[in-house]
């Protein structure tokens, strides 16, 4: 029904800036939630942020607060995630992801792009 789609993701030395977009396509509800999750190799997938497709409401995971920004375009059905003052610890593969509510666990996610890969370089 959704198909979502990252881009913008890159190699970076640590401290400098890049801006993940995700574009949906197909029959997506205005109020989907649209998260962002990454995943490091050989760990879990982890929650990063949130925001609601209509309103304001943001949530982000502690580690990423102050540094990751979520934003969106409605009329592009586009979701973005601008992150700055990257660390090395950011290097992943980052997932967006729809789902009914703005929740951080992956399995309660409708739908997953396939992931854009982020490296921070020390």
């Known amino acids: 029904q959704v198909q979502l789609v990252e881009s913008g993701g890159g190699l970076v030395q640590a401290g400098g800036s890049l801006r993940l977009s995700c574009a949906a396509s197909?029959?997506?509800?205005?109020?989907?939630?649209m998260s962002w999750f990454r995943q490091a190799p050989g760990k879990e997938r982890e929650f990063v942020g949130s925001i609601r497709w209509t309103g304001s409401s943001t949530y982000y995971t502690d580690s990423v607060k102050g540094r990751f920004t979520m934003s969106r375009d409605n009329a592009k059905n586009t979701v973005y995630l601008q992150m700055n003052s990257l660390k090395p610890e950011d290097t992943a593969v980052y997932y967006c992801?729809?789902?009914?509510?703005?929740?951080?666990?992956?399995?309660?996610?409708?739908?997953w792009g396939q992931g854009t890969q982020v490296t921070v370089s020390s």
């Open positions: 992801a729809a789902g009914r509510f703005q929740t951080t666990i992956p399995r309660s996610y409708d739908y």
């Open positions: 197909g029959r997506t509800f205005t109020n989907y939630h």
